[in-house]
């Protein structure tokens, strides 16, 4: 019995749970929900003929709540087409671009102007790591500060100091960097640019 685990279970099993005890792999795998390389090129292919829900809110620049409303509202009754691969629910690709050029409230992000498109970018970045307000008028600057005034990363305002790049005055266990060392190094950095 070639590709076939045996599975001796001294305790007794209910018919309707297990027929029998000999399985083969593929079979394991169907019962366990495990997925071949096979199963994940079929599911490939499949949802290329579809969106997922969280994926339209992103191409329309959407919440996925707003989504599940227009898809559950009167007037898109039979309007989209839905299968399913691998447990996720998804709009055929045709229906929707029926849909959306059918109607006048939503633009897809690819739709939109290039400059509309980078504020949108830079939008969305700021949402993932909300910027620190840095008082331009402070004659001194945290590290956090530093970073955003600099528009780098935390960890490399700390490797900075550390390498006497940056001068910075140590307060009990806080760093200050005063105004003048960061327009100072900033001037370097565009003395550097234009050399």
């Not at 305790?11 to 997925?35: A, F, N, W």
């Not at 499949?46 to 898809?71: C, D, F, H, W």
Request: with cysteine.
């Amino acid at each position: 019995m070639e590709n076939t685990v045996v599975y001796e279970n001294p305790i007794p099993v209910e018919e309707p749970v297990l027929k029998t005890m000999c399985y083969s792999i593929s079979e394991i795998e169907l019962i366990l929900g495990i997925s071949t390389a096979e199963d994940r090129e079929r599911d490939k292919a499949q949802e290329e003929m579809g969106y997922t829900m969280p994926e339209i809110a992103k191409m329309l620049l959407i919440s996925r709540k707003e989504v599940y409303n227009l898809l559950a509202s009167p007037k898109c009754a039979g309007v989209f087409e839905y299968f399913t691969v691998a447990e996720k629910k998804r709009i055929t690709k045709e229906s929707f671009e029926t849909w959306y050029r059918g109607q006048c409230k939503y633009i897809k992000f690819e739709d939109r102007s290039p400059e509309e498109q980078e504020r949108i970018r830079m939008l969305q970045k700021q949402e993932k790591r909300p910027r620190l307000m840095v008082d331009p008028n402070k004659q001194a600057y945290d590290i956090k500060e530093t970073a955003v005034l600099l528009d780098v990363p935390v960890h490399e305002i700390r490797r900075m100091i550390s390498e006497e790049e940056l001068e910075a005055k140590k307060f009990g266990n806080r760093y200050l960097i005063l105004k003048s060392e960061i327009e100072w190094w900033l001037l370097q950095q565009k003395m550097d640019v234009e050399n």
